[in-house]
Nanobody, 125 residues
């Protein structure tokens, strides 16, 4: 059974930074494409970033380009989301997700097979 556990969320000020982590167990992490999504209250869950199985390709939503960076450590079975220049509109519950193809270029929820429970990020103005 594949399990994903996010951590690193919390409260930050506008302009600040946070780094999210997602530890994966129970599967072959090094073969998965990984993604980050977020959901703000009253909104649908939306794509944030994704990375291919070897980290060679990364993909971002337009609203985080230049501010967020996704990376992975295939030894530690962990994917990261470095978030800089945070804005109040980045406030959301952040989820990591895994997809079996490994390509990492998917952006729709139904293309990811495994999900974590989420970690809350709150950005104050």
């Amino acid at each position: 059974q594949v399990q994903l556990v996010e951590s690193g969320g919390g409260l930050a000020q506008a302009g600040g930074s946070l780094k999210l982590s997602c530890a994966v167990s129970g599967g072959t992490f090094r073969t998965y494409g990984m993604g980050w999504f977020r959901q703000a209250p009253g909104n649908e869950r939306e794509f944030v970033a994704a990375i291919s199985w070897n980290g060679g390709s990364t993909y971002y939503a337009d609203f985080v380009k230049g501010r967020f960076s996704i990376s992975r450590d295939n030894v530690k079975n962990t994917v990261f989301l470095q978030m800089n220049s945070l804005k109040p509109e980045d406030t959301a519950l952040y989820y990591c997700a895994a997809e079996k193809s490994g390509w990492g270029y998917f952006r729709r929820e139904n293309e990811f097979e495994h999900w974590g429970q989420g970690t809350q990020v709150t950005v104050s103005s």
